[in-house]
């Protein structure tokens, strides 16, 4: 059984850093894709940042320059890194797996809150 459990999150002021860190236990072969989710209050789940197999990263708009994803295969687990933090950065991120099967996995989220 796959299982993502995300940390990191908190309160942060505008201008801040945090980093999200996403443990995946289980399962951990033939993962094609990690990858990082924004629900902002009211709005729909979007990606924010994607590392794939193959080493490729890629980014919301909203946050290219300001967000990093990487990803530590010794310990199973991916990070992003947020800089320069705004307000609408504000929502529950979400750590996603997809594997080769194209199943997909999620994680319960972990609270980020920009004040301004």
């Known amino acids: 059984q796959v299982q993502l459990v995300e940390s990191g999150g908190g309160l942060v002021q505008a201008g801040g850093p945090l980093r999200l860190s996403c443990a995946i236990s289980?399962?951990?072969?033939?993962?094609?894709?990690m990858s990082w989710y924004l629900q902002a209050p009211g709005k729909q789940r979007e990606l924010v940042a994607t590392s794939t197999s193959g080493g490729n990263t890629d980014y919301a708009d909203s946050v290219k320059g300001r967000f990093t994803i990487s990803r530590d295969n010794t310990k199973n687990t991916v990070y992003l890194q947020m800089n320069s933090l705004k307000p609408e950065d504000t929502g529950v991120y979400y750590c996603?797996?997809?594997?080769?099967?194209?199943?997909?996995?999620w994680g319960q989220g972990t609270q980020v809150t920009v004040s301004s």
């Open positions: 996603r797996v997809r594997y080769a099967t194209m199943r997909t996995y």
């Open positions: 289980g399962n951990i072969f033939n993962i094609n894709a």
